[in-house]
């Protein structure tokens, strides 16, 4: 069982109006492609990109949203929408592969808790706070310097999805953001689609401290698959590309300072364009990390947790948190 943490095929969806129950040349992720790597659900981001604001913005996710439950319609004998961990297990016992919802940049909330809560009954189980930009929640790692981390609305923001169940996700936060959540946030936070800071020093990627910090508080890392994130040596020229050794090295080092049971997969793919690592040019292939892992000795119950079995772990303690 592969669950992967971030895709942005939801983009792809209204972008490229792309058929996800066929196999597909462009782009990463599709539901044979899916089926073919044994990846029985993935969350699909709602990503607003950080030139995009106000109501632009929240009609933006909502067409995203509108498009994921299309393709789910379409091909029900294929995938189905998971709400919750429950749910994830209900579909993949009947077979399907379980489309979840992310919401990525958390600006078509607006300044509104109401919006956040409809988000929620839409659907959608976690929100990356930020993406490039800083918005009217907090800062992100791109810029950094509106709010100092969490503004008072990010606050209240923090609060009503402690109590509603919704992962917070700290992908793209700037470092400030991301210690403001781990003092405030009631339940476990998640970084759903980040790398190791340590292994690469993009300013993305968590820090040890940072790290070590995630899975004191029971929370979860999925590490991305995209080159800039997982080396310094990848570079614009891209005469060397870093592969499943060194996703297994970022998975290796998350696992050393946050533990075994916080560590997954999220691959950002279908938001990486076409720069995919070397040998894993779809999710198809996201299985050849889990084989690496393997071939370097890990136990089979450890390789089962990372591939997806700690994403649902943490997913279930954050929503037990809000009962
Ligand atoms: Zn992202």
């Known amino acids: 069982m592969i669950i992967d943490s971030h895709v942005d095929t939801p983009t792809q969806l209204i972008r490229y109006k792309r058929n996800i129950g066929v196999v597909n040349q462009e782009g990463q ?28 913005a929240t009609r933006h996710a909502l067409e995203m949203l509108g498009a994921t439950y299309d393709a789910c319609d379409e091909y029900a004998d294929v995938a189905a929408l998971a709400f919750s961990p429950d749910e994830v297990a209900q579909n993949r016992a009947k077979g399907l592969i379980s489309v979840m ?40 790692a791109a810029e950094g310097t509106r709010w100092g981390g969490l503004s008072p609305f990010g606050r209240e923001v923090v609060a009503e999805m402690n109590a509603l169940g919704m992962m917070i996700d700290l992908s793209h936060a700037s470092d400030k953001t991301f210690w403001d959540c781990i003092e405030r946030s009631a339940a476990p936070v ?12 993009h300013r993305r990627n968590l820090t040890d401290e940072m790290l070590k910090a995630l899975g004191e508080k029971g929370g979860y890392v999925g590490i991305n698959f995209y080159p800039y994130f997982l080396s310094d040596r990848f570079d614009e020229a ?4 870093p592969g499943v050794s060194e996703i297994v090295d970022h998975i290796e080092h998350a696992v050393a300072l946050a533990g075994v049971g916080h560590v997954g997969i999220g691959s950002d793919f279908d938001g990486i364009d076409d720069c995919t690592p070397e040998g894993l040019g779809d999710i198809s292939k996201s299985r050849l990390v889990l084989d690496e892992m393997r071939r370097r000795g890990w136990a089979e119950k450890d390789v089962i947790r990372v591939a997806g079995q700690n994403l649902l772990d943490v997913w279930c303690r954050i929503v037990n948190c809000s009962e």
Do not use: I, Q
């Open 29 to 56: 992720v599709d539901f044979p492609r899916m089926k073919a790597g044994e990846v029985d659900g993935a969350f699909f981001a709602l990503y607003t990109p950080p030139e995009m604001k106000g109501a632009e």
């Open 238 to 241: 891209k005469a060397w590309r």
């Open 190 to 201: 998640v970084a759903t689609h980040s790398c190791c800071r340590a292994l690469c020093s």
């Open 101 to 140: 919802l992310g919401m990525e940049n958390a600006e078509p909330v607006g300044e509104s808790l109401s919006l956040l809560r409809a988000f929620y009954r839409l659907g959608v189980s976690y929100v990356t706070l930020t993406h490039n930009a800083d918005n009217a929640v907090a800062d992100s």
